[in-house]
């Protein structure tokens, strides 16, 4: 019996390696042709309209082809000069002169530019002082202009390009040095750290903001992954450290918020969620239950996933789908599915907020808790003839041990049954921890975490990175940092906020297509 549960772990560990790394192929590491080939598919599996059979012949008649329309693109004129010899009359030998002009369209991009911006100060003489004042000197006053930093090179937009390009797009600092380079320009990495870094003073109030909403929301999402930093006081630079991050459910305004603690230590949420009290949706990891005047509700597609782990270890034969690892699956899966379908119906049926989410609420309790209820006595009636599955037999006592949680779903609508829009959001920063590997201090994977924050909730809420820092960034200095009124105006998902900072929607982009 032990060694066969020693077997498989053995194959559960190995499953789980193949796979992780079949994932970050597909995932993180695209080849040169993905894109393409994946394009194609959809204009093959697109194309094809309406099927006409004559006779024997089969004919697939098509859409016309579908372009896109750049009118909301300036417009360079370019005018031909004609070439010696073309004006010049085949015919009769005389000369020719233009009577129109035919036109040709072209999509012109060009690299960014870099330039030194010499901003000259005004600095005000009082003549009057000087005539008449004893001493004969005048009075100097020089125009107040409050620039981002005062012994810095560094712009607003600089500092604006260097955020987007790290903690939006994944380049490293030594990756950004080098693409200056190729600009004949050489700003060092070192430069780019201090400064965003030294930004902090302007960010954190921004950061501290955004979690005094969050604290104040009905329900919260939590998760955590690893990161590793290099000098840290106490601890190796091969240890281990964690970013957590929180977000708002999907019934609230976007707010995602990192935070970056050298342990997974309970401690960590605890600090963070002082004060709040709601519900709290996360995995089933115990630290999360020193968390105080919370509701744990746990993810239920972390739990479907891991009957799916079970499975795939099954020989590959008849009795596999007929096995309790496929019926778990298929009956886990029927209740998510009622889940989802319970929320559509809700949605064509009602367009006010309050009356869908007691739609919804009234739907659960009625249908999906007693469905759930059947489903944990299935479990539990299949529990002792799979004692002897290591994987099958984890899997079956996590959901029993955690059924309160699991089951939190089925009693408010604004709960969702699972926590996949937090792993969603911690997903940016795996990408770019693959890439960037490290950070060399704490205060550069402090500053990180409050600027992946800024980043995430922009694009949450449809905001472009970098128009939005480049915004913060020209108002910032002028502005008093205590003052949260005022400052509530640049936040992510503010209201205030110049339109131009917005990303295309899609209904802007389905406008921009003509067929």
Known sequence: ???????????????????????????????????????ASKVEDSEIEEVITVGEHTRVRRPKEQHLSYDHLPKVDEYLSVPEGEDICEKCGSKMHIKKHQTKEELVYEPARLFVRVTHIPVLECENCQI???????????????????????????LAYIIDMKYNNGLPLYTIEKIFQRDHTIIPRQNMSNWVIGSMKYLEPFYNLMKEDLLRMKLIHADETTTQVLNEEGKPGTSTSYM?????????????????HSTRSGDCPKEFLKGYSGYLESDAYDGYNK?????????????????KDSYKLLPNNKERKTSDEAKAIQKYDEIIHHSNLIDEKAAEKYSNPEKRME????????????????????????????????????????????????????????????????????????????????????????????????????IENKQNPYMYFTHLFENLPKLDLTNKEELRKYLPYSRELPSYIRTLSKSVKKAHQII
């Open 244 to 260: 957590w991050v929180y977000r708002s459910n999907k019934h609230e305004v976007p707010i995602v918020l990192y935070d970056y």
């Open 1 to 39: 019996m032990e060694l066969a549960i020693e077997k498989e772990k053995y194959k559960q560990v190995v499953a789980a390696k193949y796979q992780s790394q079949k994932n970050q192929i597909a995932l993180d590491m695209p080849t040169l042709f993905d894109d393409i080939e994946e394009e």
């Open 132 to 158: 008449y004042s004893e001493e004969g000197k005048s009075t100097y006053h020089t125009v107040t202009h409050h620039f981002l930093f005062d012994r810095s090179i560094c712009s607003p937009e600089l």
């Open 291 to 307: 968390v105080e005047n919370v509701i744990r509700c746990l993810c239920n597609v972390h739990a479907l996933r891991k009957f």
């Open 359 to 458: 739609y919804i609420t009234k739907r659960r309790k009625e249908e999906l808790k007693p469905k759930f209820e059947k489903f944990l006595s299935y479990l539990e009636e299949i529990e002792p003839r799979n004692k002897g599955k290591y994987s099958m037999s984890k899997a079956i006592q996590y959901v029993l041990n955690n059924k309160e949680g699991l089951m939190e779903f089925t009693n408010d609508a604004i709960i969702p049954h699972d926590n996949t829009s937090c792993e969603r959001s911690i997903r940016p920063f795996v990408v770019i921890r693959n890439r960037c590997k490290f950070s060399v201090s704490v205060h550069g994977a402090q500053a990180s975490a409050m600027i992946y924050s800024l980043v995430i909730s922009c």
